[in-house]
């Protein structure tokens, strides 16, 4: 039904770190951009500008903006089994495994990132389960003690503030977010995470109903996100899934504010975007307001409905979308009611499958209420 944009705040914000299978000795690899890469080397410290590493006797450092990540030569097995849990999208797994690792291993480099997986890990599954919020933060402030300007620094920050939003603490995120905003540029941290920095900061201010303050800062995502793309392609495909994000979450702050014409106007003016995904946020969004508005209405549920329909069949569509698609059918078809044949069989479906098939969206959640209600 649908292509999907790989989700801001799960999978989306990997940072690369490249496995090869173990050896007997250690023997670490750095990926230079010129292809020119360090083989047989040791990696002492990870920093956010430079790494580390001993080649024979000599010590030597290269700056990060010269490399392409790197590979450990030799990794506990308990790290490659968490790197594997991880790309299954079972983070709950993945995060006990880098733990494991993290015990398990004497290579400070090692231990740290393996700490770092870990409280990153948790944080995405505390998106989903709550529960994991408080080992998420604690993962997470460990590293960032040990390691205040480590190559991980900017990530494990973000991450640290979705643990701490998903813990329910969105004034503490929000506070932490707005030194971030502060210092991020400054501080010589990578474009991309600055685009990150302010669709958190929004969804924080947004949990608290400060709507305008959120539209001010999901504006901002877009500029930082281009930015980003200018400077390095390799993230592209999840700066635009943020930047499609934070235009939805635009209009979602005017429907905050009960100011639905106002919100309808916005995502009628999205629906001529030619950006990837957008167009369908925008039919997806219409749809959710002309529900909002319907009521007992008939013709605007019909219109909502044809809204939802455009939206579900636009390419690019991420999940996000495509959840929000299918649930406020959901909803249109429970209000017509009689109006449609098997209406509440068929709004059923819509929500089951909002629950299965995109449980990392906040939709599915609201699928399982429904169906629990």
């Not at 007997?24 to 500008?49: F, N, S, Y």
């Not at 740290?112 to 402030?141: C, D, M, P, W």
């Not at 303050?213 to 495909?237: C, F, L």
Request: aromatic share 8%; proline share 2%.
């Amino acid at each position: 039904m649908t292509s999907r944009i790989a989700a801001f705040l799960g999978s989306a914000l990997c940072t690369s770190l490249l496995v090869s299978a173990p050896a007997a000795a250690q023997k670490d690899t750095i990926l230079r951009v010129d292809g020119k890469h360090v083989t047989k080397c040791k990696i002492l410290k990870l920093e956010l500008d430079k790494i580390s590493y001993s080649k024979g006797a000599k010590q030597q450092e290269i700056l990060v903006s010269r490399t392409n990540g790197f590979r450990f030569g030799s990794l506990p097995e308990a790290f490659i089994r968490g790197q594997s849990a991880e790309n299954r999208n079972d983070h709950l797994n993945a995060a006990k495994l880098f733990a494991e690792a993290e015990a398990a291993t004497k290579n400070a480099t090692i231990k740290s990132s393996a700490k770092f997986f870990a409280g990153r890990a948790y944080s995405i599954q505390a998106e989903r389960e709550a529960a994991h919020a408080n080992t998420a933060v604690a993962a997470l402030e460990g590293y960032l003690s040990d390691n205040p300007n480590g190559y991980y620094m900017p990530e494990a920050k973000v991450r640290l503030a979705k643990a701490r939003l998903a813990g329910g603490d969105a004034a503490g995120a929000e506070t932490m977010l707005t030194d971030m905003v502060a210092t991020a540029s400054s501080g010589g941290w990578p474009l991309r995470w600055i685009a990150h920095i302010q669709q958190t900061l929004g969804t924080a201010q947004y949990a608290q109903n400060k709507y305008s303050d959120a539209r001010a800062s999901y504006q901002a995502v877009a500029g930082a996100a281009d930015s980003a793309m200018g400077q390095d392609n390799k993230h592209n495909a999840e700066l635009t899934a943020i930047k499609t994000n934070s235009l939805v979450m635009q209009g979602e702050t005017y429907i905050g504010e009960k100011m639905l014409n106002e919100a309808l106007s916005y995502f009628q003016n999205l629906t001529n975007s030619n950006a990837k995904g957008v167009k369908a946020a925008a039919h997806a969004g219409q749809g959710q307001i002309l529900f909002l508005q319907g009521g007992s209405d008939t013709t605007k549920l019909r219109q909502a409905q044809l809204a939802l329909a455009r939206a579900s069949i636009e390419p690019d569509t991420s999940d996000s979308t495509s959840a929000k698609a299918l649930f406020y059918m959901a909803k249109v078809l429970t209000a017509l009611g009689d109006k449609e044949k098997n209406a509440l069989a068929r709004a059923k479906t819509y929500y089951r499958s909002v629950a299965s098939h995109y449980s990392n969206t906040p939709w599915a959640t609201l699928a399982r209420k429904e169906l629990d209600g």
